[in-house]
């Protein structure tokens, strides 16, 4: 389900199932509550979406594929490799800033449903993994970066860019004193931090 398709009714159930969904995961949501929460009634709820697997995999897939056309046009482009992970740094942070509760609720749910990758990744063609591991490649190739695996480097940037949120908790108390507009500052930061930081590792000739 695009997007650009939905109309005000499935908005406001996608809207609601959501916040349902963050607060109480999967097994703890209910489909009556959420229709409360959408103002409507559950007939016409299970008119749109039929179950709670369908709903429930409607705001994973809503959310991931809004970052992947983005991301398909980076990794696709001619520009050069640190460019195309400088835009991917800046991209993934400010989907993340949007949408705060993914990475968790993915995490959680990731935990509680095994086959979880296959139902949110059946579309996975629309990924363009292949272009990003050709990036690297030939990166290398033209000596512009040390020999990497691009399976490594994919992850490292993701990672880079997801721990601050799913940290902030631990990051409140330890670094921010529960300052949301220093945290904030510091995300910003991030974006600067993590491209020099990887620049710095696959561009310096290691020593011998």
């Keep these: 389900m695009e997007l650009q398709e939905l109309n005000a009714t499935e908005q406001k159930i996608l809207s609601a199932a959501k916040d349902v969904f963050v607060e109480k995961g999967f097994d703890g949501a209910r489909m009556q509550e959420i229709a ?9 709820m299970h008119y749109y979406f039929r179950s709670k697997d369908n709903l429930f995999n409607a705001i994973f897939k809503e959310a991931f594929y809004q970052f992947i056309p983005k991301l398909g046009e980076n990794f696709k482009s001619d520009k050069p490799l640190m460019v195309k992970i400088e835009q991917f740094v800046v991209d993934y942070i400010e989907l993340i800033k949007a949408k705060p509760h993914i990475p968790l609720f993915v995490l959680h749910e990731l935990t509680r449903n095994q086959d979880f990758e296959e139902k949110m990744l059946i579309d996975n063609d629309n990924i363009p993994v292949n272009d990003w591991m050709e990036s690297v490649i030939k990166a290398i190739e033209r000596e ?26 631990i990051l409140n108390v330890l670094i921010f004193n529960n300052d949301r507009s220093a945290f904030n500052d510091f995300v910003e930061e991030r974006k600067v931090h993590i491209v020099e930081f990887i620049r710095n590792s696959i561009t310096t000739k290691p020593k011998s």
Excluded: R, T
């Design 144 to 169: 512009e970066i040390i020999p990497v695996d691009p399976k490594h480097l994919l992850v490292n940037m993701v990672s880079m860019c997801v721990f601050p949120f799913i940290g902030q908790p």
């Design 36 to 44: 409360n929460k959408a103002g409507i009634n559950k007939a016409l």
